[in-house]
């Protein structure tokens, strides 16, 4: 962020912040077998001045890394934009030469037909984040066109977005949000069936995160990243549609075993790499001191007892 707002912790000037990005990027890029991907990431379009966001394109495209960005996901965002550029926020982008194949925009709710259509001409990616859009109220259901991107041919993936919007990293439950929202607000139980939302959930996030080669199906020459779920348990019983009962029943608590390139990272449900109760305690204790830190009072409408 080289633009002025808060949290003020996140300003650098323009030179600043490239200067981090190029050297994150010459750190950590390929670490982890080639996992680990540096990518430019703004933000949203305001909060990063014109000269930035054009350097930071022209760094994703000489890397053959990415450009991530939050984008129409609030009418006041939108009408920011339009207030300071004239345009609305994919128009502003576009204007700037900053749309192509390697841009990814996170929320995408509040679009115009133009804005839609600049979407498919640019080949954007686009990440859906039901269950952000339910706790802050984004009005998904009423103005959101996932539905009409996949039809279309637009790679639409899904998010959790940060803990603090979503409060769920559980994508087997933000699988089954992307199934049956649009199902009930358009009253039409034919939108995005149980296939398309794990698709979304897989192959369309490797896609959107240019590692379809590597990632994201099970095909040779793939990475071996694969996730076991327990059969015997009650939501798999009785079985007869292996993905709807993925996506309509299950949760991520029926994972009982992760391999990540092979490696078994967890089994049994317990995993193996680290202490998950000194980890939990070492979160509660880091989340209360932040708490204490911001000097803000944690409310609920009922009485602590």
């Not at 965002?77 to 502003?92: A, F, H, N, S, W």
């Not at 193996?272 to 009072?297: C, F, K, P, T």
Request: overall charge negative; charged content about 30%; aromatic content about 8%.
């Amino acid at each position: 962020m080289d633009v002025l707002v808060e949290p003020r912790v996140w300003y650098k000037s323009t030179e600043e912040a490239m200067k981090d990005v190029e050297d994150s990027y010459d750190k950590y890029q390929g670490n982890l077998d080639g996992r680990l991907n540096i990518w430019a990431i703004p933000l949203q379009p305001l909060f990063a001045t014109k000269e930035l966001l054009v350097r930071l394109k022209k760094f994703a495209d000489d890397k053959g890394a990415g450009l991530c960005m939050h984008s129409n996901y609030d009418p006041a965002e939108v009408d920011l934009c339009l207030k300071q550029t004239g345009k609305r926020p994919i128009q502003y982008l576009e204007s700037i030469g900053v749309l192509g194949p390697n841009v990814v925009l996170v929320h995408v709710v509040y679009l115009s037909d133009s804005e839609y259509e600049t979407l498919k001409k640019h080949d954007v990616k686009v990440v859906h984040c039901p269950t952000t859009a339910l706790k802050l109220g984004y009005g998904v259901t009423k103005y959101g066109r996932f539905p009409e991107m996949l039809k279309d041919g637009l790679t639409v993936s899904l998010g959790c977005d940060g803990v603090n919007g979503g409060s769920s990293f559980d994508m087997l439950r933000v699988m089954y949000l992307a199934a049956g929202l649009f199902k009930d607000s358009r009253a039409d139980a034919t939108m995005i069936s149980a296939e398309a939302a794990l698709e979304m959930g897989t192959i369309n996030g490797a896609k959107a995160l240019q590692m379809e080669d590597r990632i994201g199906s099970i095909e040779m020459g793939k990475f071996a990243d694969l996730i076991l779920l327990d059969r015997k348990r009650p939501e798999w019983n009785p079985l007869f549609n292996v993905v709807n009962t993925l996506i309509y029943h299950a949760t991520g608590d029926s994972v009982d075993t992760v391999l990540i390139n092979g490696e078994i990272i967890m089994e049994n449900r317990k995993i193996r790499r680290v202490n998950e109760e000194e980890l939990y305690a070492d979160v509660q204790r880091m989340g209360e001191s932040m708490i204490r830190r911001s000097g803000l009072e944690l409310r609920t409408r009922w009485r602590k007892v």
